[in-house]
């Protein structure tokens, strides 16, 4: 069965510095990762998703990275700001043949907070 | 505007009653999803549904029901035998014959009083 793990589970940065948040994962049979924010009591924003096949994906301030072989993936946030502040979650759909989006497994999250 | 809506956004409920957490959407997908979130805990699918008057069981279906009588609408049911309703519940849809990525609502918190 598919577990991803995010580590660390909190993590509090200063205005400006880079924000580096890792999602490993266990069977790398994957049909994409996908980065999703979230702000407390609220839903899921979608930040990016990053095919199988794909080594990288940007849009902004954000990259993330993805090494399937090792099952890791990497979400980078430059030059961090206090409206970053959420919680970062990752989610690794499975290569399967039937919905496979329904099989979606999430990480429990990385709780970010970014200090003026 | 196109997007999901969960409703109430907070919700009470008292030992041994069921209720029913709402979620409709007008982005005319067909694919509909919910999901429990615990504190410190990643989502669980609890059931999904890929078309009308059809839904499958998630990984922790126990002590919910569904049903899909209109595309837009999935509503939930916290029957009295889920032992520990109390979380967030989360809707998602998508469209599974363009093979998009899903919207999320903004969610429902449930607390048994």
């Known amino acids: 069965k598919q577990e991803v793990t995010q580590i ?16 490993s994962f266990t069977d790398s049979a994957i049909y994409n990762l996908q980065w999703f924010r979230q702000d407390p009591g609220k839903g899921l924003t979608s930040l990016l998703l990053i095919q199988s096949s794909q080594r990288e994906q940007t849009s902004g301030r ?6 399937k072989s090792s099952g890791r993936s990497t979400l980078y946030i430059a030059a961090s700001q206090p409206g970053d ?6 989610a690794v759909r499975p290569l399967v043949t039937t919905d496979s989006w ?15 | 505007d196109g997007g999901i809506t969960q409703s109430p956004k907070y919700l009470f ?5 069921n209720v029913t957490l709402s979620c409709e959407q007008n982005l005319n997908h067909d694919a ?3 999901y429990r979130q615990d504190p410190g805990q990643g989502l669980r699918l609890i059931y999904y549904s890929q078309i009308v008057n059809d839904f499958q069981k998630g990984d922790i279906a126990e002590g919910y029901s569904v049903s899909r009588e209109k595309k837009e609408s999935f509503p939930l049911t916290v029957t009295s035998a889920q032992k520990n309703p109390t ?5 998602a849809s998508r469209d599974r014959v363009k093979n998009t990525e899903a919207f999320f609502g903004q969610g429902t918190r449930l607390t048994v009083v």
Do not use: I
């Not at chain 1, 502040?85 to 990752?90: D, N, V």
């Not at chain 1, 329904?102 to 003026?116: D, E, I, N, R, S």
């Open chain 1, 8 to 23: 660390p589970a909190a993590l509090s940065v200063p205005e400006g510095e880079n924000l580096v948040l890792n999602c």
């Open chain 1, 62 to 67: 954000l990259n993330a990275s993805l090494d």
């Open chain 1, 85 to 90: 502040s959420a919680t970062y979650l990752c």
């Open chain 1, 102 to 116: 329904g099989k979606l497994q999430f990480g429990a999250g990385t709780q970010v907070v970014v200090t003026p």
């Open chain 2, 13 to 17: 409920r008292k030992e041994g009653q």
């Open chain 2, 32 to 34: 509909m999803y919910w």
């Open chain 2, 87 to 91: 979380a967030f519940y989360l809707c």
